[in-house]
């Protein structure tokens, strides 16, 4: 029969404790989310400023609705990229003070797009090992030539660097870029960010940083990696933090003005609804004004340190995620199963989103969070994890 690795790799994945299934969400507000009847308090969402549901959000989700309506009705270079684009644009560049900004479908897309406008047959892409999948996917889809550097091995990155510009040492189109994540999604733990900044400049590089879980939580603005030194092209998504949907570039005009010629993720797809795009506005002027938010996560992370019995294995940083390994997937769907039970939702990653044998416990914490939840969740932790 034809297609049968279709049903042959799933069945593959319940024998190996990897199926996924999806739980459908009939409330999500705060630290509570509503699963099947029941509720529980979520450490499992990315929306770490806890600006979701925030009312002056809402209510310019509704004016630019009114005003710019729900859909783009085209894409960018047709009639798509409205005034409420173009005043989120500027708001950001004036944000984390770069020269030019363009918004994408999602943070998915802008990876892709971007690994591939940089990825030229010419260049050279050093990626940190636990990138996200958009930029390996884009990256191997490009031109270029790519490595990966153990995670957060700068000298190894060095290494590599050193070793190409030896291999074509009078080459004037020796095109680089280092490419990382700010904060990394699986274990909260942060990129060198400064160092890798003045290996980029060094070695005439680019310096590319995902900052997908440190916009809105790093930095006195919630300005993210643009707080610690001078990336030249970052990119994030508007749907953590900023909480709402889509992502944004900023870089220099070279870049903006070539994406907007040749990338096929730009140029082909439906610009992000101008209504979102108001609200998106609202939302980070609230982000640059409320460094309470900062401060609670920061808080509330370390109270969790403290509390939690010393047996177990915490992977410790200052953002607002926080991994607790605990080995094999079984194992972990046992702890996270427990853990439900007691009325907590947070999420088991299991390989092939991290390595073999380090299942784990993702857990997030927002602004929204309490002083007892943490409490609470230390507890439940500290019993069940034997
Ligand atoms: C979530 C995420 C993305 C993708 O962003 P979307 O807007 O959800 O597509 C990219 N990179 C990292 C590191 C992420 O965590």
Redesign the pocket.
């Known amino acids: 029969m034809a297609f049968n690795y279709l049903t042959d790799d799933v069945e593959q994945q319940k024998q190996r404790a990897r199926y996924r299934a999806r739980q459908c969400v009939i409330e999500q507000s705060g630290r509570y989310v509503k699963i099947n009847d029941k509720n529980y308090v979520n450490f499992s969402s990315?929306d770490y400023l806890g600006l979701n549901h925030h009312p002056e959000i809402n209510q310019a989700l509704a004016i630019g609705a009114d005003k710019f309506g729900t859909c783009a009705s085209g894409s960018s270079l047709i009639t798509g990229y409205s005034y409420a684009h173009q005043a989120l644009e500027h708001d950001i560049c004036d944000w984390l003070n770069k020269p030019k900004c363009l918004l994408f479908a999602?943070?998915?897309?802008a990876?892709t797009a971007l690994m591939q406008a940089l990825g030229h047959k010419s260049s050279h892409l050093y990626l940190d090992k636990l990138s996200?999948a958009?930029?390996i996917d884009g990256a191997l889809s490009s031109e270029a030539k790519v490595k990966r550097f153990l995670h957060n091995d700068i000298e190894q990155l060095q290494r590599l660097i050193s070793k190409n510009q030896q291999a074509e040492p009078h080459d004037d189109e020796l095109n680089q870029v280092i490419v990382s994540?700010g904060v990394f999604?699986m274990d909260g733990d942060q990129a060198d960010v400064a160092n890798l900044a003045k290996i980029a400049k060094q070695h005439q590089a680019l310096l590319y940083l995902?900052d997908?879980?440190s916009i809105g939580v790093i930095g006195k603005k919630g300005q993210g990696s643009s707080s610690l030194a001078d990336i030249d092209v970052v990119m994030a998504?508007?749907?953590?933090s900023i909480a709402t949907?889509?992502?944004f570039v900023a870089c220099d005009k070279n870049l903006a003005d070539y994406l907007i010629n040749f990338s096929r993720h730009y140029i082909y797809s439906t610009a992000i609804s101008p209504a979102l795009a108001w609200a998106t506005k609202k939302s980070i002027e609230i982000i640059q004004a409320e460094h309470w938010r900062r401060e609670k996560i920061n808080e509330l992370s370390k109270l969790l340190t403290e509390k939690l019995s010393q047996k177990i294995q915490l992977i410790e940083n200052s953002s607002s995620i926080h991994a607790i390994v605990i080995g094999d997937e079984t194992s972990t769907l046992d702890v996270c199963q427990q853990l439900r039970n007691k009325g907590i939702w947070l999420t088991a990653i299991r390989p092939p989103t991290v390595p073999f044998n380090s299942s784990r416990l993702r857990v997030t914490i927002t602004a929204s969070h309490e002083v007892n939840d943490i409490n609470y969740l230390a507890s439940c932790v500290n019993e069940v994890i034997q």
């Open positions: 990315n999602s943070g998915f897309s990876n996200h958009s930029l994540e999604s995902d997908a879980h998504t508007l749907g953590k949907s889509g992502a």
